[in-house]
């Protein structure tokens, strides 16, 4: 399973707005710590967001390129890590709607080499195994399917632990809207995976 995030703190937040104050003095050492610190937060939602691990790493690396050129203007009315989530929002939905248009192959999920769960297959039986592999593929591609806002509050609350106002500052939408957003999304996921969960 991908690890969870550490819920932050607000020293956390500080020390980000301290390092986005020297990357915009061009420090390229602080640009490097605030990759390291947020990496992990970024490449997790593009690749859950676009199911697709090809692009994953190109999209992250565009997401600190912006975060790069527009040290100088940021500033820090919000957690550093909903504006950057913001980026990573533009950048994914930008790249949902160029897939669209250019549609090339279907899309494939990939599992994350830390996403395959080291299993003693003595323990679990080839059927349970295979029936909880199958389950996953179907969860993933169920999700790759919902709308893109609907998807992207999923991703955020499901796997990155974001409260309703963190994914309401992100997505520009007020509370009751994520909440709204949430229930369409878990009923859609529901009636898809109507299959497994009757078992």
């Known amino acids: 399973m991908a690890d969870r995030r550490a819920p932050e703190g607000p020293d ?4 980000d707005v301290r390092l986005m104050r020297l990357v915009a003095t061009g420090d390229t050492d602080a640009f490097e710590q605030l990759i390291e610190r947020h990496q992990a937060l970024v490449a997790g939602t593009v ?25 100088g203007r940021y500033v820090a009315r919000a957690k550093f890590t909903t504006w950057l989530l ?12 160029r897939a669209k248009r250019h549609p090339l192959l279907p899309v494939q999920i990939e599992p994350e080499a830390d996403g395959i ?10 059927d349970a195994s295979l029936l909880q ?3 996953q593929d179907a969860i993933e591609k169920a999700i790759t399917l919902l709308p ?36 369409r999304a878990r009923t859609e996921l529901r009636q898809r995976l109507r299959v497994y969960l009757k078992g």
């Open 148 to 183: 893109e806002t609907q998807r992207m509050a999923l991703v955020l609350r499901r796997y990155e632990e974001l409260s309703y106002e963190e994914i309401a500052d992100v997505l520009d939408l007020s509370v009751p809207a994520v909440k709204s957003l949430l229930f």
């Open 86 to 97: 913001k980026i990573t929002r533009n950048l994914v939905f930008n790249e949902m709607r």
């Open 12 to 15: 956390d937040n500080a020390e």
């Open 47 to 71: 690749a859950r967001m676009l199911g697709s691990n090809a692009d994953v790493e190109d999209i992250a690396q565009q997401v600190f390129i912006r975060v790069w050129k527009s040290a």
């Open 133 to 135: 592999t199958e389950l």
């Open 117 to 126: 769960p080291l299993k003693d297959e003595a323990t679990a039986t080839p």
